[in-house]
């Protein structure tokens, strides 16, 4: 560590904190990356560990390895408590880190609306969500197998997805692809294709923040995967075996289940709170720090909030939406804000170019919304899986997960089907 | 279920139970393959998981999706807990199944020669040691990296495999391609290559059960990769940070070290016991059955015993080794018994057919033994390679094993080098 250089600490190695790192890999600059875990996760590719199509190894890189090309920077494994402004501290559990720029991308949880269903409804945020949920859906068939009696084993074959967003959409067609293709051959006493695959959605189309013409065309696609959507529908409660539904009519539904996922709400890392009580910036009501145009908060002009954990409000149609495009513009918009401040100089404010957004339903169909331009079907899927290959952050990915896929493709087989952690009866 | 059909059921399904199911494919029974995990696990590649080379996924394949083929097999994820020979039933957690024929091969677990050593010192035997083991590794080069105080840090940075079987040795030598190749970028406080492998064996050599040439050979290999070797030393105690060993001499030297691996010892699985206390048959002081040259136990012809489970001492040279071929081999023997008996025949007792012994040491060296033939470095490393893949379940693996093995030896990385579930600090 060159102690007279400029300190730049990054929490969080996700798409904000390694593109911002990797904006500075050549200025004259001293950076920290911290994160919790040892590796940087393609979170967009999750539903596919979920769903047994890839295994953790394909999507996560280690941080240290992403940016092995810094020679500016060190990363540490440990988790941040909070800041202390004023010092210029990031407090770990056992030490502080000093910084002269903050740069602050910790991500974010899942949103529960203020309920407590976190353990019946687990969320898709973590690989350990994604390997949870994988073993959940599996054991749920491998549980239906062994039950002897009919309407337990329709529970069991009863699968509810909350949230008709990318995550919600593309995990539901995953499900309907393994229900129907994956599975067909594997069991004896039950019928895969017999799961009810239910995705539930509280506005009045699937995939809201589309145009109608393309939540029209993601519902036939799910509906083709044997995915049944519930539109203007809410969840009333949720328990180990059953999940309530209110209807667009106004009745109540009870749909008894023992896998539900929730892709219905996230919210910003619990460190937001606390940074925002060190520094008196303002918070959204999920959690995000409102930030200057610049991405930095009022009267900090060193701590720097970028993706999932800011909001940042100054382009039309609200708050930008928390995905991996906004992080790594704003991570890169980061290193250049820092780079023209050493050089003496202003920068611009951030501005975000919307290069579009795409979800995936199945083997052959995605929908696809570039402004103008908006595709469905093959052209679409088509589109993402290049998308999808080219932003995968280590070129070993991009070629193993690519073998995977066309193997997916042509046998229609998942090869990671691992119910691991163990779940329930299914011991070590 | 056919309920006039002649029952078999299987408990294990591993390599054993596997290969008794595809033997008895075209038989005219009906078949139940009961085991705690939904996948069958190619455990000569575990420590391969454990370094980061391979993911769960890869090594891994559902048993129903092993014997799809298999029309007459039923495969339930359930436990067993014993089994009650005089009615002919197996017991499991809430209800019994009935068998004409059993076979148990069930496995195995560590062996700590009556020590509570487990906590401190996991073994190789299951994908969750596998992913803890490859977390603790991990771990340990991030907690070196960020400690500030150098002896607690050559703590870390110290790792100690017990026992130089075939485990430890393959363990051992990709431990040291970790520490020298893999990570030597990666890091900026600590040289990952500063780290020190110290391989322990009681006996007098390292791969005891091989011939003294491959021995000195395999010593060299995993020398070259920068593996301290002890031989004819033996633990006397491990702890949290420490592990104390007798050396050749009598001198007493304990190691400060984070990270212990436990390769020394097996015994089989607890169900083994209950066996034993129901039938009256005999076991072997590592909890194993001793089985009659048909595989049979005493006075039950019906129960069928094999694999690791077993203790089969009717050749030449003692008992069975606990491997993949012997397992393999008594499985589709096995099903060569079943059939003969449903023909009114008889079989001949099983023999075992060596077909050799091999471990790999790294990037390009291997020690095989085949009898009169033995090999050491590259024709044993790519006599290894050959073997392993042909071997392994599922035909997808071999492709992506192979396209993974090609990546990791012409970039000299690892691509599953994640800390999941998360490590002490590591905190999701």
Redesign the interface.
């Known amino acids: 560590m060159n102690e007279s250089l400029h300190r730049v600490v990054i929490v969080g190695g996700g798409f904000g904190g390694i593109h911002a790192a990797k904006a500075l890999r050549k200025a004259p600059v001293d950076i920290t990356v911290l994160d919790?875990?040892?590796?940087h996760l393609f979170q967009p590719l999750l539903y596919q560990v979920a769903t047994?199509a890839?295994?953790?190894?394909?999507i996560?890189?280690?941080i240290?390895?992403c940016i092995?090309r810094n020679r500016n920077?060190?990363?540490?494994?440990?988790?941040v408590v909070g800041i202390d402004p004023e010092n210029k501290l990031v407090k770990l559990?056992d030490r502080g880190i000093a910084y002269d720029t903050l740069i602050l991308a910790a991500g974010l949880g899942n949103y529960y609306h203020g309920h407590d269903w976190e353990q019946w409804a687990p969320g898709l945020k973590?690989?350990?969500d994604a390997?949870h949920i994988r073993g959940r859906v599996?054991?749920a068939f491998?549980?239906a197998?062994?039950e002897p009696e009919p309407e337990a084993q329709v529970s069991w074959l009863t699968f509810v997805v909350v949230g008709a967003g990318e995550t919600g959409v593309e995990l539901a067609g995953a499900l309907g692809e393994l229900a129907n293709d994956t599975l067909k051959?594997?069991?004896?006493?039950i019928n895969p294709r017999d799961a009810k695959i239910l995705l539930i959605e509280g506005q009045d189309q699937v995939l809201p923040a589309y145009p109608g013409k393309l939540g029209i065309a993601a519902r036939r696609s799910l509906e083709r995967l044997g995915v049944t959507v519930y539109l203007s529908s809410s969840v009333k409660d949720i328990s180990a075996d059953r999940v309530t539904v209110e209807r667009a009519d106004g009745t109540e539904e009870t749909i008894r289940t023992h896998c539900i996922v929730w892709a219905a709400g996230i919210q910003a890392s619990p460190l937001a709170r606390t940074v925002a009580e060190a520094t008196g910036a303002q918070s959204d009501g999920l959690g995000r720090l409102m930030v200057q145009p610049d991405l930095t908060i009022p009267g900090y002009p060193d701590i720097i909030v970028l993706g999932d954990i800011a909001n940042f409000s100054h382009q039309p149609g609200g708050p930008l939406p928390g995905v991996a495009p906004v992080a790594m513009q704003q991570g890169r918009y980061a290193g250049r804000l820092i780079n023209a401040r050493l050089a003496g100089k202003t920068a611009d404010p951030f501005r975000y170019h919307d290069k579009g957004h795409m979800a995936t339903i199945g083997r052959r169909a995605a929908v696809a919304n570039f402004g103008r331009l908006q595709f469905s079907g093959l052209p679409a899927w088509l589109m993402w899986l290049g998308i999808h290959l080219a932003f995968l952050i280590?070129f070993?990915?991009r070629?193993?997960v690519l073998?995977?896929w066309a193997?997916n493709y042509f046998?229609r087989?998942r090869?990671?089907?691992?119910?691991?952690?163990?779940i329930n009866?299914?011991?070590?």
């Open positions: 919790r875990r040892n590796f047994g890839l295994s953790p190894g394909n996560t890189s280690p240290r390895r092995r920077t060190t990363v540490l494994l440990d988790e559990n973590t690989i350990e390997t599996l054991y491998e549980a197998e062994r051959d594997d069991f004896r006493r280590e070993e990915h070629v193993l073998v995977q193997w046998t087989n090869g990671a089907r691992l119910i691991a952690p163990p009866g299914a011991k070590r």
